[in-house]
Nanobody, 119 residues
Framework: QVRLVESGGRMVQPGGSLRLSCAAS????????MGWYRQAPGRQRDFIAH???????NHADSVKGRFTISRDNAKNTVYLQMNSLKPEDTAVYYC?????????????WGQGTQVTVSS
């Protein structure tokens, strides 16, 4: 069992910065990768960024150059640094962890944290 708890979401002005945190607890040694997704009202949940157990990262084209995923293994925490925020970044941001076993992927989600970009 893995539990994910996000924090750091709030209202910020356009052009501002924000750092989201995702603290993982439980059977974290079994995690193959973690990531961030977001969901705006009336829209599907979209991929934002991923970090593998080996530390490799990738980001969605919509946030490349503005958002950066990272992790602190000592704190069992993954971060999403968000710079140059735009109103269209407004969404609920979800942390994700997944496990790969015998060709099957199992996902775990956090409860989400609201980010609002508005003047």
């Amino acid at each position: 069992q893995v539990r994910l708890v996000e924090s750091g979401g709030r209202m910020v002005q356009p052009g501002g910065s924000l750092r989201l945190s995702c603290a993982a607890s439980g059977s974290i040694s079994s995690i193959n990768g973690m990531g961030w997704y977001r969901q705006a009202p009336g829209r599907q949940r979209d991929f934002i960024a991923h970090i593998s157990s080996g530390g490799g990262t990738n980001h969605a084209d919509s946030v490349k150059g503005r958002f950066t995923i990272s992790r602190d293994n000592a704190k069992n925490t993954v971060y999403l640094q968000m710079n140059s925020l735009k109103p269209e970044d407004t969404a609920v941001y979800y942390c994700n962890a997944y496990f790969l076993r015998f060709g099957t992927r199992t996902d775990v989600w956090g409860q989400g944290t609201q980010v609002t970009v508005s003047s």
